[in-house]
């Protein structure tokens, strides 16, 4: 079965004013238009666009519960048995302005959170709160725009050290350098990553040192004198971590997340790049447009940049403090035009299928099959397709959503243009 669906974009302040609209064909509503959901997830089911359809429900998440084994398949209805849910949500996001620093936690982390956090009677939608479900939340983001800028994973230390050694020559090159706010962050570093976030956070946010204030006032300052100098011509290392520096500071002054920035790896994504961000990768996104599809959880632990909650012990035992390159997510071919991103977890997977206008016209339309492995869902982003399953079919245009029920099993996209296709992992 083929269920249309819609939704309207979240309007949190970080998101754009208008790339939601100018990918989908919409009207743009005036507001930051920060995300687009598409699932089931309690907190902006998709609604549907025909209700008769499936028995009178309004949303996906009533259809689901109302015929688990129609809507999701008796293979994942059987799964989860207990309280039967779609295992992804798809994401069209379009961040206008960076996000918080966060991380997300395993599945037995978030278990025993949410079980904890339950006994503890706090309530599932406080400010305080953690874990608001028993579930992990591993994401990707595909690069939509142009470039999609990000911070993701610790950076290896040798270039931490590298950036500190540059503001050091920044320092010196100042009237008044302040070699000791530098020494500080070095010293800490001398211990390990973890006493270094646990020290900028902890001191950071009401300490009583005022060390990581004097720290995160002297990095801003140094990134502006580095800006100064590079009009100037001068050459200046790690220019683009120091422009970082400058536009979080602009967003966020004072924050010890500003420092954090540093310890991470900067990443600048192309149209079609691929980030992959499992349990416990600290991340945040600073600009671009993306399709993002994530296990369906709400549970996020903040590290800065942000006025909401931060539990700092409980970001430091979910954080993974391993240094790591920038983890893309290399796709698998399956036929010309069609990826499909993969990884490596239950919950999701990703396929793009695109097929150009001018190809297609001095030849037959190409046929691109792919086989559900589970519910579904598809977004037409450009151009236009029929596509057809073993029961029924369904055109898709532009700016349209489709929910698709396991039974219709492999899929044909006939057609040109752009379309993506969230499916449960294999």
């Known amino acids: 079965m083929f269920v249309g669906i819609t939704n309207a974009p979240r309007n949190y302040a970080w998101g754009s004013t208008h790339a939601i609209a100018d990918l989908l064909g919409r009207t743009p509503s005036g507001l930051p238009e920060a995300e687009l959901w598409l699932g089931a997830h309690a907190g902006s089911p998709s609604v549907i666009e025909d209700p008769s359809q499936v028995g009178g429900s309004s949303n996906l998440a009533e259809w689901i519960a109302s015929a688990p084994e129609v809507a999701l398949g008796a293979g994942w209805a059987t799964r989860q048995a207990d309280a039967p849910r779609l295992p992804f949500l798809l994401k069209i996001l379009a961040a206008g302005r960076p996000l918080s620093l966060q991380a997300h936690p395993t599945t037995e982390q978030a278990r025993a959170g949410f079980e904890l956090e339950n006994e503890a009677g706090i309530a599932v939608d406080a400010g305080n709160r953690n874990y608001r479900d028993p579930f992990h939340k591993p994401e990707l983001i595909f690069a939509l725009s142009d470039s999609f800028e990000a911070l993701c994973g610790f950076r290896p230390l040798p270039e931490v050290r590298g950036i500190i050694a540059e503001l050091r020559l920044l320092d010196l090159a100042t009237e008044n350098p302040q070699a000791a706010a530098i020494d500080s962050l070095e010293n800490h570093l001398a211990g390990g990553l973890r006493d270094t976030v646990d020290w900028l956070l902890r001191d950071g946010r009401g300490g009583d040192s005022g060390e990581v204030e004097w720290l995160v006032e002297r990095v801003v300052a140094l990134a502006a004198h580095a800006e100064f100098l590079a009009a100037g011509g001068a050459a200046i290392g790690y220019a683009r971590e120091l422009a970082t520096v400058r536009a979080l500071a602009a967003e966020y002054p004072g924050d010890p997340g500003i420092v954090l920035a540093l310890l991470l790896n900067r990443v600048s994504l192309k149209r079609g790049e691929v980030l992959y961000l499992p349990a416990g990768n600290i991340h945040a996104y600073l600009s671009g447009l993306g399709v993002e599809l994530m296990a369906a959880s709400d549970n996020v632990l903040r590290g800065g940049l942000t006025p909401k909650h931060i539990d700092i012990e409980e970001l430091l035992a979910v954080l993974d403090f391993e240094a790591v390159t920038a983890p893309y997510l290399a796709p698998v071919a399956l036929a010309e035009g069609v990826s499909v991103y ?85």
């Open 342 to 426: 993969r990884p490596g977890v239950l919950d999701f997977e990703l396929v793009h299928i695109e097929a150009d206008a001018a190809a297609a016209s001095a030849t037959p339309v190409t046929m691109r099959q792919i086989t559900l492995t589970g519910p579904a869902i598809a977004i037409c982003t450009a151009g236009g397709f029929l596509v057809a399953g073993s029961g029924s079919s369904r055109a898709l245009k532009r700016g349209q959503a489709v929910y698709v029920t396991p039974d219709e099993g492999t899929l044909t996209f006939a057609g040109t243009g752009e379309v993506f296709l969230a499916m449960s992992g294999a």
